[in-house]
């Protein structure tokens, strides 16, 4: 990046720092001021006024030239977790013309990289990626932007721009609550993928400080280095069928895993939750359908789809968001399967 260039971009973000908005609003006070209110109007231009600020215009011009795409960079299409996700988004999109691309990047970082700059060549009028975790220098770049990025599915107090989702170690923590409250003493956990899906891992680093500060730890654990699925779900519980008898419970890192362990025990004559109960995570569509039904944590991934369009939809019609994040929450199934 030039000097020229990053000169420009500080001052850019002096001035939306001093009038108490996002760059993205300063970007549209010089294109489009009559979207935004008089007061915003009028901090922005006290802003530049103080900073003696001169937009570069044809850069400028370069920049906002965008399409009608919003651009979905998801871990996987496979896994039904983000079906949800992209389904409501795409109808609230649509209905005042924008258009969901969905692009997956596998779990991996360096693939995410190099399908931003494919996404970007599109010139999306916005940007959504799940999770908080990025290459130092695609934070950057996405810091940089003028469009809108939004990160979905975790939260955190400072993301890079915009936030929808929930705390993936509360909701955890929720969950092992609700188990030490029914008299569960003996934990295992079954997952898989977790040097990859860093919410899964992160969930299980809650149960394990949970565990911890009750005086205990995971008895037995089994974590496959695969995709997610009940085929997965059963292998590991092979991994771990010697080890049953010490345990009362099982964590699964997500319900296709929990699945696939529901499946292992009643094909071995283990009763559920007789000799030991499963839970879960996600609330998927069959999870209340199983035999027995799965205990879970319902994520919201609908309203986490239809918030994250919403806050999209004021943001590319001038009107700046009354929070930058949106806690959309969780809810405790508490079914047969615990």
Same mark, same amino acid.
């Given at each position: 990046m030039?000097?020229k260039?990053?000169?420009?971009?500080?001052?850019?973000?002096a001035?939306?720092?001093?009038a108490?908005?996002?760059?993205m609003?300063?970007?549209?006070?010089?294109?489009? +001021? /009559?979207?935004?209110s008089? /007061?915003?109007r009028q901090? #922005?231009?006290?802003?530049?006024?103080?900073?003696?600020y001169v937009?570069n215009r !044809?850069?400028?011009?370069?920049?906002?030239?965008t399409?009608?795409?919003?651009? &979905?960079?998801?871990?996987? @299409?496979t896994?039904?977790?983000? @079906?949800?996700?992209?389904s409501?988004?795409s109808?609230?999109?649509?209905?005042?013309?924008?258009?969901?691309m969905?692009?997956?990047?596998?779990?991996?970082m360096?693939?995410?990289?190099?399908?931003?700059?494919?996404v !970007?060549s599109?010139?999306p009028?916005a =940007?959504? %990626?799940?999770?908080l975790?990025h290459?130092?220098a695609?934070?950057?770049?996405l810091?940089? *932007?003028?469009? +809108?990025v939004v990160?979905? %599915?975790?939260?955190?107090?400072?993301? =890079?721009a915009?936030? @929808?989702?929930?705390?993936?170690?509360?909701?955890?923590?929720?969950? !092992?609550?609700?188990?030490?409250s029914?008299?569960?003493?003996?934990?295992?956990? @079954?997952?898989?993928?977790?040097?990859?899906?860093?919410r899964?891992a992160?969930?299980k680093d809650?149960?394990?400080a949970f565990?911890?500060?009750?005086?205990?730890?995971? *008895?037995?654990? $089994?974590?496959?280095? =695969?995709? $997610?699925? +009940?085929?997965v779900? %059963?292998?590991? %519980?092979?991994g !771990?069928?010697?080890?049953?008898?010490? *345990? /009362?419970?099982? =964590?699964c890192?997500n319900?296709? #895993?929990?699945?696939g362990?529901?499946?292992?025990?009643?094909e071995?004559?283990i009763?559920?939750p007789g000799?030991i109960?499963?839970?879960?995570?996600n609330?998927?569509?069959?999870?209340?359908h199983?035999?027995?039904? *799965?205990?879970?944590?319902?994520?919201?991934?609908?309203?986490i789809g239809?918030?994250t369009?919403?806050? &999209?939809?004021?943001?590319?019609?001038?009107?700046e968001?009354?929070?930058?994040? #949106?806690?959309?929450g969780?809810?405790?199934?508490?079914?047969d $399967?615990?």
């Amino acid at each position: 990046m030039s000097t020229k260039n990053s000169t420009k971009l500080k001052n850019a973000k002096a001035v939306a720092e001093r009038a108490g908005v996002s760059e993205m609003t300063v970007s549209r006070f010089f294109r489009n +001021p /009559d979207l935004l209110s008089d /007061d915003t109007r009028q901090r #922005i231009a006290d802003a530049v006024a103080a900073f003696n600020y001169v937009p570069n215009r !044809m850069a400028q011009n370069l920049r906002n030239t965008t399409s009608d795409i919003c651009a &979905l960079l998801v871990p996987t @299409v496979t896994n039904s977790v983000f @079906v949800d996700v992209i389904s409501e988004m795409s109808i609230e999109l649509e209905k005042v013309g924008f258009h969901v691309m969905v692009s997956s990047t596998g779990y991996d970082m360096e693939k995410e990289a190099q399908l931003l700059d494919t996404v !970007m060549s599109f010139r999306p009028a916005a =940007i959504v %990626m799940p999770g908080l975790e990025h290459l130092p220098a695609i934070k950057e770049r996405l810091r940089e *932007l003028t469009i +809108p990025v939004v990160e979905i %599915m975790d939260l955190t107090s400072e993301p =890079i721009a915009y936030g @929808v989702g929930f705390d993936q170690h509360v909701a955890q923590a929720a969950l !092992m609550e609700h188990l030490w409250s029914k008299g569960y003493r003996k934990y295992g956990f @079954v997952g898989t993928f977790l040097d990859h899906d860093i919410r899964a891992a992160k969930r299980k680093d809650a149960a394990s400080a949970f565990l911890k500060c009750h005086g205990t730890k995971f *008895l037995a654990e $089994s974590v496959l280095d =695969i995709g $997610s699925s +009940p085929e997965v779900g %059963m292998c590991a %519980m092979a991994g !771990m069928f010697e080890q049953l008898e010490h *345990l /009362d419970v099982l =964590i699964c890192s997500n319900d296709d #895993i929990a699945t696939g362990v529901l499946t292992f025990l009643h094909e071995h004559g283990i009763d559920v939750p007789g000799q030991i109960a499963v839970v879960g995570f996600n609330n998927l569509h069959f999870s209340a359908h199983l035999t027995p039904s *799965l205990t879970t944590i319902d994520t919201r991934r609908p309203q986490i789809g239809r918030e994250t369009a919403r806050l &999209l939809v004021d943001l590319l019609q001038g009107r700046e968001p009354k929070n930058r994040i #949106i806690d959309t929450g969780f809810e405790l199934f508490a079914r047969d $399967s615990a």
